[in-house]
C-alpha cells in the first residue's frame, strides 16, 4: 500500500455536529461604590484647591501658613502629624497654571520617593524635632515654585490633607515699614479762673444769719400757735365732759 493512502484520514462516518460553545452568563456590572469613592476624591481635592480652610484637620496641620521668601534662598515647611503615620506626600497647586503635581513621598526610614521630573536636589524631606513632625526643603527657590504646598497623608484608603503653606517668591523682599512714632502730644493747659476771695467774716456775715434768724423765729411762732390751739381745744373737751 502506498504511504499516502495510510496517511490519508479515514472518511466519517456521519455528519459532523457543529461545535456548540457552553452558555455563559454574563459578568456582573461593576460595583458604584468604587465609581463613588473616587468621585469624592476628585470633589474633596477641588474643594481642598479652591476653598480655603476646607482641608483643615485634626489629624495634621502645616506651618506656617505663608512664606515670602527671595530668589535663589531656601525655605522650610513644617507639617505636624498627631500620630503615627506609613509616610507623608507633598504636592503643590499652582493657581496660574492650574496644575497639581506630585512632588515627593518619605516614609518614616527616611527613604524619598520622587515624582516625575522632581529633582532630589531641589526638594528634601527630613523628619523634625518632634517625633510625627516632617519638614520640607526646598532650595534655590526661583519664581516656578509658587505655588501652595499640601502635607498628605493616607488613612483608610483616603487623603487627608493639611491647611496648605501658601510660597510666594519674590526678586526683591519689600523694606519694613518703618514705624512712626506719633508727635508727642501737648498737654491740654488747664485754664485757671480766679476765684474772688472769700469774705473774711465767713459765717458772721449778715447775708447769712439774718435769714436764718428769721426762718428760726417762724418755726417758733407756729409751734407757739399750734400749742395754744391744742390748749384751747383741750380745755373746751374738758369743759364739755364736767357740764354733761
Same mark, same amino acid.
Given at each position: ?48 484647591? &479652591? ?6 484637620? +485634626?489629624?495634621? *496641620?502645616?506651618?506656617? #501658613?505663608?512664606?515670602?521668601?527671595? !530668589? $535663589? ?21 499652582? &493657581? ?6 506630585? +512632588?515627593?513621598? *518619605?516614609?518614616?526610614? #527616611?527613604?524619598?520617593?520622587?515624582? !516625575? $521630573? ?127
Amino acid at each position: 500500500m502506498d504511504l499516502r493512502e495510510k496517511l490519508r484520514p479515514a472518511p466519517s462516518s456521519g455528519p459532523r455536529r457543529p461545535l456548540v460553545m457552553p452558555n455563559r452568563s454574563p459578568a456582573p456590572p461593576a460595583s458604584p461604590a468604587p465609581r463613588a469613592a473616587m468621585a469624592w476624591q476628585w470633589l474633596r481635592l477641588y474643594l481642598c484647591l &479652591q476653598v480655603p480652610g476646607f482641608c483643615t484637620s +485634626l489629624l495634621l *496641620s502645616q506651618t506656617p #501658613g505663608h512664606i515670602l521668601a527671595q !530668589t $535663589n534662598n531656601r525655605t522650610e515647611i513644617t507639617c505636624h502629624m498627631k500620630k503615627d503615620q506609613s509616610g507623608v506626600y507633598w504636592y503643590r497647586w499652582n &493657581q496660574e497654571r492650574q496644575l497639581f503635581q506630585f +512632588l515627593v513621598f *518619605s516614609n518614616p526610614l #527616611g527613604k524619598n520617593t520622587y515624582g !516625575t $521630573n522632581i529633582s532630589g536636589e531641589k526638594f528634601g524631606v527630613y523628619r523634625g524635632s518632634s517625633r510625627n513632625s516632617y519638614n520640607l526643603h526646598i532650595h534655590r527657590l526661583q519664581a516656578s515654585d509658587n505655588g501652595t504646598y499640601y502635607c498628605t497623608i493616607s488613612q483608610s484608603s483616603e487623603l487627608i490633607f493639611g491647611n496648605g503653606t501658601r510660597l510666594s517668591v519674590v526678586d526683591v523682599l519689600p523694606l519694613p515699614s518703618k514705624s512712626t512714632r506719633a508727635p508727642p502730644s501737648k498737654k491740654p493747659t488747664r485754664c485757671i479762673t480766679k476765684s474772688k476771695p472769700v469774705d473774711k467774716k465767713g459765717c458772721c456775715s449778715p447775708f447769712v444769719w439774718i435769714p436764718l434768724a428769721a426762718c428760726a423765729l417762724t418755726l417758733l411762732l407756729c409751734l407757739a400757735a399750734a400749742i395754744y390751739r391744742f390748749h384751747r381745744l383741750r380745755r373746751r373737751l374738758w369743759l364739755r365732759v364736767h357740764r354733761q
